[in-house]
Nanobody, 121 residues
Framework: QVQLVESGGGLVQAGGSLTLSCAGS????????MGWYRQAPGKQRELVAA???????NYADSVKGRFTISRDNAKNAVYLQMNSLKPEDTAVYYC???????????????WGQGTQVTVNS
């Protein structure tokens, strides 16, 4: 029943901006940490940015200063604002959340379906 639905991917020019959104739905009791991962062709999936329930953030060195992660706890949503995009940012981006479905169960990871971001030089 729990779903993470992503949106906002697309094609942009180098130097442009794009914002990704991810919203949880279904039976969600609580969401803890959330994050964005990406996987480029021929590469391993990597953590791009993470944010705790209280709003503390962490970024991969490659995106620090260009990307901003944020969340709206009331909407069970997490966002990734991407500025000054580079061709090497091209990848499939995945939303991740550690959540519990009821007060009787503990946290486990859920993933979005992935959204393609392509940056032209």
């Amino acid at each position: 029943q729990v779903q993470l639905v992503e949106s906002g991917g697309g094609l942009v020019q180098a130097g442009g901006s794009l914002t990704l959104s991810c919203a949880g739905s279904g039976s969600i009791f609580s969401i803890n940490d959330m994050g964005w991962y990406r996987q480029a062709p021929g590469k391993q999936r990597e953590l791009v940015a993470a944010i705790t329930r209280g709003g503390s953030t962490n970024y991969a060195d490659s995106v620090k200063g260009r990307f901003t992660i944020s969340r709206d706890n009331a909407k069970n949503a997490v966002y990734l604002q991407m500025n000054s995009l580079k061709p090497e940012d091209t990848a499939v981006y995945y939303c991740n959340a550690a959540l519990r479905e009821s007060p009787r169960t503990w946290y486990r990871d859920y993933w979005g379906q992935g959204t393609q971001v392509t940056v032209n030089s």
